[in-house]
């Protein structure tokens, strides 16, 4: 195949389901290789875009984390309270670079320039890469790379110690089960039938022993959602929830760790939902993935309308009024979902800007889709973008820092194809 540029940004971007398998430092290297790419081949073109109404909202969203992190550091500067003030000054300058990948792919998928055909593929192989290597991990105790099971009721595949193979699966996987119908559609209906519901048992399997269970119930909802609303796919309803009780319960009573892994699962929903209802929030009864949750809020007083700037939870966390010097818990890392993290490091402001941009692109994307007649109906291209899309958004779940490289890198390429992909169709109305 001729290497153009067209076909070389394709690779780059087909790239990025393999650089999360490799870890931050090639996160980064394939989104500057892309983002200097684009703009060396098609820098005129690029900045001379029409800026709508969402790409305004999402322009401010990046210059609040600026201010903020300006403002955070001046504030640390003069009381002396951190030893590398203007650390948030730089970590809020290169968070820019994912507005420079937001526009460089919206343009990139807007224009027909880029190919999504190997973007899906790598994504299929690569889930399929890490599910395989997490049976075989299950069953020799150490994965091909030889990295071993750090915990006895999770397992990790190439992740070494970080224990996210199940979210890599749940973020991934279901571009795979287009890539037949959208790329190979000779052979779609003579093999789909077969294959589709194979790749499911597999994902769905590799999930259950990775034991990471939020991804669990956020894959199984994005299938469903896919299934009850796509008209070509309710086919697979059925055996979907034959598939899904069959697997499940085998695992679940055949494999102690999974049983013990969702058993507690059980209890902690349970507890939580007690507490909540009895207003019981005694500090010596909530458990401590509890107090993860409830510490923003008096870390966010702090700093009420543009937040402390980005990855400050850590440290405004720790001036908060109510702390307690005595407890096991103090403080984490951050508060372990989206909006709250949102909430502290970017203010009432940040948080509004954000779900304005989040509601947005539900409305012209999955609302447009479904619910109103437009061009988008017979696009079926968009479907696995906008469920992942809406699964990563979703407010009730546990998640890892959103200010982090591999979940705004994530985030913004789901963002910006699909963005891309409904302004391709022109259904869009200029005011958006």
Not at 1 to 19: G, V
Not at 108 to 114: Q, V
Request: charged share 15%.
């Amino acid at each position: 195949m001729y290497l153009s540029k067209n076909n070389y940004l394709s690779f780059l971007l087909a790239l990025f389901p393999i650089s999360f398998i490799a870890g931050n430092l090639i996160i980064n290297l394939i989104t500057v290789l892309l983002i200097i790419s684009s703009i060396f081949f098609y820098n005129k073109e690029i900045f001379k875009i029409k800026f709508y109404f969402l790409d305004k909202i999402i322009i401010l969203f990046f210059f609040l984390v600026l201010l903020s992190g300006v403002v955070s550091a001046i504030g640390f500067y003069l009381d002396d309270s951190w030893k590398s003030p203007f650390r948030t000054i730089l970590r809020s300058s290169l968070f820019f670079r994912y507005f420079l990948l937001y526009l460089v792919l919206r343009y990139l998928i807007e224009s027909r320039i880029i190919n999504l055909k190997f973007f899906f593929i790598t994504c299929a192989l690569s889930t399929l890469f890490v599910s395989f290597d997490i049976f075989y991990q299950y069953k020799f105790g150490q994965d091909i790379f030889g990295f071993e099971t750090v915990w006895e009721r999770k397992l990790s595949g190439p992740f070494g110690d970080e224990l996210i193979a199940g979210g890599f699966i749940q973020r991934f996987s279901l571009f795979s089960f287009f890539v037949l119908p959208l790329f190979f559609t000779e052979k779609s209906k003579q093999f789909s039938k077969y294959v589709i519901p194979v790749l499911f048992i597999i994902f769905f399997t590799a999930i259950i022993l990775s034991g990471n269970r939020m991804p669990l119930l956020l894959f199984v909802f994005s299938i469903f959602l896919i299934l009850l609303l796509t008209k070509q796919a309710r086919r697979f309803f059925l055996p979907f929830i034959v598939i899904f009780t069959v697997i499940f319960s085998i695992i679940f009573n055949f494999n102690s760790e999974v049983k013990t892994n969702f058993k507690n699962l059980h209890k902690q929903i349970s507890k939580i939902s007690m507490i909540m209802l009895n207003k019981d929030l005694g500090q010596e009864r909530i458990p401590p993935y509890f107090k993860e949750f409830s510490s923003f809020y008096e870390t966010w007083k702090l700093n009420k309308f543009i937040g402390g700037g980005i990855k400050t939870f850590r440290y405004y966390c720790h001036l908060r009024d109510n702390i307690d010097k005595n407890s096991d818990f103090i403080c984490n890392m951050h508060p372990h979902n989206y909006y709250l993290e949102i909430l502290t490091e970017t203010g009432l402001v940040g948080l509004f800007l954000c779900i304005s941009i989040f509601s947005i692109i539900l409305y012209i994307s999955f609302f447009k889709k479904y619910f109103i007649a437009s061009p988008l109906q017979k696009n079926n291209i968009i479907v696995p973008f906008i469920f992942l899309f809406l699964t990563e958004i979703f407010p009730l779940k546990s998640t890892g820092s959103f200010f982090t490289t591999g979940n705004t890198t994530y985030l913004f390429l789901i963002l910006a194809i699909l963005i891309g992909l409904v302004r391709r169709e022109n259904s869009i109305e200029n005011k958006y």
